[in-house]
């Protein structure tokens, strides 16, 4: 059974960095796209970025240029890093590991931007 747990949230001030981790564990990571998702109060869930295990990206257009998705197969772990924090960041980040039929979610991760 897959498991993703996220690490990394918190709050900051907008212009702030932070980085998020995705742990995954109970099959083969290198199998699986990984994503990265969030989700603010009263609004839908949102694809932020996803990476395949051929290493092709995909950003939504609010954070290109300012996220990066990267992974370590070696440690069966995903990361999102957060560059140029804005407030309307702030929701709550999912990690998402996808293959063929397959859609796994972690908890997430709480991140609050701050003014």
């Known amino acids: 059974q897959v498991q993703l747990v996220e690490s990394g949230g918190g709050l900051v001030q907008a212009g702030g960095s932070l980085r998020l981790s995705c742990a995954f564990s109970?099959?083969?990571?290198?199998?699986?796209?990984m994503g990265w998702y969030r989700q603010a109060p009263g609004k839908p869930r949102e694809l932020v970025a996803t990476?395949?295990?051929?290493?092709?990206?995909n950003y939504a257009d609010s954070v290109k240029g300012r996220f990066t998705i990267s992974r370590d197969n070696a440690k069966n772990t995903a990361y999102l890093q957060m560059n140029t924090l804005k407030r309307e960041d702030t929701a709550v980040y999912l990690c998402n590991a996808h293959w063929g039929n397959r859609d796994h979610w972690g908890p997430g991760t709480q991140v609050t931007v701050s003014s």
């Open positions: 109970g099959s083969i990571f290198s199998l699986y796209t």
């Open positions: 990476l395949s295990y051929g290493g092709i990206t």
